[in-house]
């Protein structure tokens, strides 16, 4: 239990965080205008590149650049901009995007065969010895293609949004990145180096990659074979977890069941993979949502501030890598790394919690989400809330300003506070918050026409199809 005393001995109680907006919303709301005034701030307006996080200075990250490029309409659509500065920021990024070097030198460029490098220095190039992502190439293209079916007027702003649009997808040789090095393997590689080529992993089993094949699938140039998605569907049987109503395909950090339902409303289709199981990936979603929670109220590491409205294990930030020894017993936490229940595909738990794992899930089981957003901003206050919402990650065992932290803070009593915000942890609170509430980014991708095509050609039927 958090003694409230602590926060008020340290400023942090809820009445005395930071300053609420005049109109006072609702916490969803705030949060939600929050979460998007990070991207609308943050991103550098000459360019559209969006930094990996702050207020620490970062390099760029191409998911967070989509997760922007996905945020801007819903600031339309809430008043918080209006159409023409979202038109204006996103064509300056798309424009600055299509005009970056490309190539397979290993200095200068930005990427190479219409995929990104990971990371992109102030200038849109290349950050030291990063890898050509094809996920977060992904991600970049749901907030490319999201663009180019929102803004559909035939002023000339839009219109060259839309046809940039289409040429940064097309451009996308996602044949290539099947690398075949493994004969028989059509399954998409993970990463490219210029200086050792293809990373040999391949995505494998169910993770956040859904939409990396969907975009391959459905490219109207280098599109792959519907034979890809068969083959990855293939390696999800370890991942089956639980029995009946509760049982789901397990990725352990939450991020694995948003990302792709940012810009993809899986609600009613069915895959041959989820006809077999007799459910949908929406559910799946629901039920590692739900799962998260009964863990946290299990909570079999012991760690404290656990509870039924306290929850959410993803990638994210921590406090560093290290063990000591807290409350009599041996703790190893970690920096940044993926987090998720034990006893799931990719487990890890350290005690630390990231607000992203509840918030971002809102659309999947808002009877549990709401409560916790609620709790976590209560119990916290300004520990972990801030001007654009909550902070990255808390870890409430580490309440002993004694222990030697990497990063972050140590609040007495409270615990250890995240002093920087994500992109790709900021990018799916701004989507899922819109979808739950205005169906606005999975309606719009609804027309999008790739998407549907490449849903058709992996065997997705029913739903909005």
């Known amino acids: ?3 409230r005393r602590s926060l008020l001995a340290a400023g942090l109680a809820t009445g005395a965080a930071a300053a609420a907006p005049r109109s006072r919303p609702d916490l969803v709301t705030d949060l939600h205008e929050r979460t998007f005034r990070f991207f609308w701030d943050t991103t550098d307006p000459r360019t559209g590149l969006a930094p990996d996080r702050w207020p620490t200075p970062s390099f760029s990250s191409i998911a967070a650049i989509g997760f922007a490029l996905t945020a801007y309409p ?7 901009i209006t159409r023409a500065q979202a038109a204006a920021r996103t064509r300056t990024t798309l424009a600055f995007l299509w005009n970056l070097p490309q190539g397979d030198a290993p200095t200068g460029t930005a990427g190479h065969k219409g995929f990104f490098y990971h990371f992109l220095d102030a200038q849109g190039l290349r950050y030291r010895t990063t890898e050509l992502s094809s996920v977060d190439t992904t991600l970049l293209m749901g907030g490319v293609l999201f ?6 007027r035939a002023d000339p702003i839009e219109t060259v949004i839309r046809d940039l649009s289409d040429r940064l997808y097309a451009r996308v040789d996602w044949r290539w990145f099947q690398d075949r090095l493994g004969a028989g393997d059509p399954r998409l590689s993970m990463g490219w180096h210029p200086e050792s080529g293809f990373i040999k992993a391949r995505w494998y089993g169910y993770t956040e990659a859904m939409l990396t094949y969907l975009l391959a699938l459905g490219s109207p140039t280098h599109a792959i074979g519907p034979e890809a998605w068969a083959a990855w569907c293939a390696t999800y049987g370890p991942q089956w977890r639980g029995e009946g109503p509760g049982r789901f ?5 939450q991020f694995g069941h948003q990302y792709s339902h940012c810009w993809v409303d899986f609600r009613g289709l069915r895959d041959p993979a989820m006809r077999e199981a007799g459910l949908d990936y929406f559910e799946n979603s629901r039920r590692a949502t739900l799962a998260q929670r009964t863990y946290a109220i299990r909570n079999p590491g012991g760690w404290r501030g656990y509870g039924p409205d306290v929850w959410g294990l993803t990638a994210c930030d921590g406090p560093g890598d290290f063990t000591r020894t807290i409350g009599g017993r041996s703790r190893t936490v970690y920096g940044y790394a993926a987090r998720g229940p034990m006893g799931q595909h990719d487990e890890r738990d350290d005690g630390t919690l990231a607000p992203t794992a509840a918030a971002a899930s809102i659309a999947f089981a808002p009877e549990i ?11 916290y206050g300004a520990g972990i809330w801030g001007r654009y919402g909550f902070l990255d990650s808390f870890n409430p065992t580490l309440a002993d300003p004694a222990i030697p932290v990497a990063t972050g ?3 007495p009593g409270l ?7 994500l992109g790709i942890d900021q990018g799916p609170i701004v989507a899922m918050i819109a979808n739950h509430r205005q169906d606005l980014i999975w ?13 058709t050609r992996a065997g997705f039927t029913g739903g909005w199809l």
Do not use: H, K, Q
């Open 1 to 3: 239990m958090i003694d």
């Open 74 to 80: 819903v600031g339309v659509a809430n008043g918080w």
């Open 147 to 152: 663009a180019g079916s929102w803004f559909t």
């Open 249 to 253: 395909l397990s990725f352990a950090p």
């Open 369 to 379: 989400v709401e409560p916790a957003i609620a709790a976590i901003r209560r119990t």
């Open 409 to 411: 803070r140590i609040i």
């Open 415 to 421: 615990g250890w506070f995240d002093t920087d915000y």
């Open 443 to 455: 309606a719009t991708m609804r027309r999008n026409e790739p998407l549907r095509r490449g849903l």
